[in-house]
C-alpha cells in the first residue's frame, strides 16, 4: 500500500523581503494545450490557465526539465479545487492548512505582498537546495516537499489558485496536482 508522505508537504511563506519558510510553487510556452477529459480517473478538463496563473505550467515545467521529467499540462478541475480550498481558507482567516482527505498532491504558499506565479514557483523550487536524492530525504531542519511535489515524476496535471485575505492581509497560492507525488519510500524521479 503506498502512503502519501503528508509531512513532507507543509507550508511555505513569503514575507516581504523574500521567503521565510516553516521548514515541518518568460517566453516559453504556458502549457495551455489539451484535450477535453473528465472525471478524477485521469481526466480532467485541460486549457488555458484561468486568469492571474497565466505562466504557472512554463515556470513548473521548467523547473521540471531540470531533472528531466515530463511537462505538466493545466487543469481546469484541479484549478478550481485550489480554488475552492483557497477561498475556504482565506475565510477562515487565512490560516494555511493542508486538505488532508485530498487524494491530490497540493502545495500551499502566503504572501503578506503582491506575489506572481515566478516567485511562487520560485518559492517551492528553492526549496530543492535541501532536496538529498541519494538518500531521498530533507535536510536536517528543512523543508523540501513543495519541491519534490513539484517534480515529482507521474504527476501529468496541475490547477492552480490565488485569493486575496481579507483587508488585504496577503495572499494565498494553492496549487492541486495529479496523480499526487510525496509517497513514503518513493523518489520523486
Not at 528543512?142 to 511535489?149: F, S
Given at each position: 500500500?503506498?502512503?502519501?508522505?503528508?509531512?513532507?508537504g507543509?507550508?511555505l511563506?513569503?514575507?516581504?523581503?523574500?521567503?521565510?519558510?516553516?521548514?515541518?510553487?518568460?517566453?516559453?510556452d504556458?502549457?495551455?494545450?489539451?484535450?477535453?477529459?473528465?472525471?478524477?480517473?485521469?481526466?480532467?478538463?485541460?486549457?488555458?490557465?484561468?486568469?492571474?496563473?497565466?505562466?504557472?505550467?512554463?515556470?513548473?515545467?521548467?523547473?521540471?526539465?531540470?531533472?528531466?521529467?515530463?511537462?505538466?499540462?493545466?487543469?481546469?478541475?484541479?484549478?478550481?479545487?485550489?480554488?475552492?480550498w483557497?477561498?475556504?481558507?482565506?475565510?477562515?482567516?487565512?490560516?494555511?492548512?493542508?486538505?488532508?482527505?485530498?487524494?491530490?498532491?497540493?502545495?500551499?504558499?502566503?504572501?503578506?505582498?503582491?506575489?506572481?506565479?515566478?516567485?511562487?514557483?520560485?518559492?517551492?523550487?528553492?526549496?530543492?537546495?535541501?532536496?538529498?536524492?541519494?538518500?531521498?530525504?530533507?535536510?536536517?531542519?528543512?523543508?523540501?516537499?513543495?519541491?519534490?511535489?513539484?517534480?515529482?515524476?507521474?504527476?501529468?496535471?496541475?490547477?492552480?489558485?490565488?485569493?486575496?485575505?481579507?483587508?488585504?492581509?496577503?495572499?494565498?497560492?494553492?496549487?492541486?496536482?495529479?496523480?499526487?507525488?510525496?509517497?513514503?519510500?518513493?523518489?520523486?524521479?
Amino acid at each position: 500500500m503506498r502512503t502519501w508522505k503528508a509531512a513532507f508537504g507543509a507550508l511555505l511563506l513569503g514575507a516581504t523581503s523574500g521567503c521565510f519558510e516553516l521548514k515541518s510553487d518568460s517566453g516559453l510556452d504556458t502549457g495551455s494545450e489539451g484535450e477535453d477529459g473528465g472525471g478524477s480517473d485521469g481526466g480532467g478538463s485541460y486549457g488555458g490557465e484561468t486568469p492571474g496563473m497565466e505562466g504557472m505550467v512554463a515556470a513548473h515545467n521548467a523547473v521540471r526539465a531540470t531533472v528531466g521529467v515530463p511537462d505538466l499540462v493545466w487543469d481546469d478541475d484541479l484549478a478550481a479545487i485550489a480554488l475552492e480550498w483557497a477561498t475556504g481558507l482565506a475565510e477562515s482567516g487565512c490560516m494555511m492548512e493542508h486538505d488532508y482527505s485530498s487524494p491530490f498532491g497540493e502545495n500551499l504558499y502566503w504572501s503578506s505582498y503582491e506575489s506572481n506565479v515566478q516567485q511562487v514557483v520560485d518559492g517551492w523550487a528553492s526549496e530543492g537546495d535541501f532536496y538529498d536524492y541519494d538518500s531521498n530525504s530533507c535536510d536536517s531542519g528543512q523543508q523540501c516537499g513543495h519541491y519534490t511535489q513539484l517534480v515529482w515524476d507521474s504527476t501529468e496535471r496541475v490547477g492552480c489558485a490565488m485569493v486575496v485575505c481579507p483587508g488585504n492581509a496577503g495572499e494565498i497560492w494553492m496549487c492541486d496536482y495529479d496523480p499526487p507525488g510525496n509517497w513514503v519510500g518513493e523518489k520523486p524521479y
